[in-house]
């Protein structure tokens, strides 16, 4: 299989293009951060000069919906227990928020890699019985403490923003029996 990249460069016919992107693939060889800097290219070029109209037009407020679409469609697909729908679906949630750091780094508000990098902190923080000196005994202590530190840290934010904690943040847990991973 072509990588995107070299597909979208060439100048091949649309329908060849559209054929080779929408047949089923193995698990690629390449390695992820690769194809991750792969993704991040072709969003910054989709949103170029020279790129596609529709998605240069978009801008927060108008892909917000989409946001929410796709993540619905990829909760429908793990109760169908589609394997091969999930990995589509979560791709599309990918994309989403690909779309909306490309859109914030060209407004200069932040880029993909604070997006990493809020989340690996928060997945450190939010784990100490993994990444520091912490004991779980079992799941549900995981989730107390996981609603805990959170708390705290809503806390910690609206102080230093100068507003009160947003009441009834957290999810409604017969809902959600995980701890919320974002």
């Known amino acids: 299989m072509r990588r995107a990249s070299q597909a979208s460069g060439g100048n091949s016919s649309d329908e060849g293009q559209a054929g080779e992107a929408s047949r089923p693939s ?6 992820v951060g690769a194809l991750f800097e792969e993704l991040l290219g072709i969003m910054e070029r989709l949103r170029s000069d020279g790129g596609c109209p529709w998605d240069r037009e978009q801008n927060h407020m108008t ?17 169908r227990g589609d394997d091969s729908a999930l990995a589509e679906e979560l ?10 750091s490309q859109i914030a780094k060209e407004e200069r508000e932040f880029d993909v890699r604070r997006v990493l990098d809020e989340l690996r902190r928060k997945l ?4 100490p019985h993994v990444f520091g000196g912490a004991r779980a005994g079992d799941a549900s202590e995981v ?6 530190i959170k708390a705290m840290e809503k806390r910690r934010a609206a102080r230093s923003a100068g507003k ?19």
């Not at 193995?26 to 390695?31: A, G, R």
């Not at 946001?67 to 429908?76: I, W």
């Not at 791709?91 to 909306?100: A, E, K, N, R, S």
């Not at 450190?124 to 784990?127: E, G, L, V």
């Open 63 to 79: 892909i917000r919906a989409s946001l929410l679409e796709e993540a619905r469609e990829a909760v429908e697909a793990i109760e």
């Open 26 to 31: 193995v698990e690629s060889q390449i390695p």
């Open 164 to 182: 009160p904690a947003r009441p009834g943040a957290e999810p409604k847990q017969h809902l959600r029996t995980h701890p919320r991973r974002a």
């Open 124 to 127: 450190i923080r939010r784990h």
């Open 91 to 100: 791709g599309d949630v990918l994309l989403q928020v690909l779309f909306h």
């Open 143 to 148: 989730l107390r403490r996981w609603r805990r």
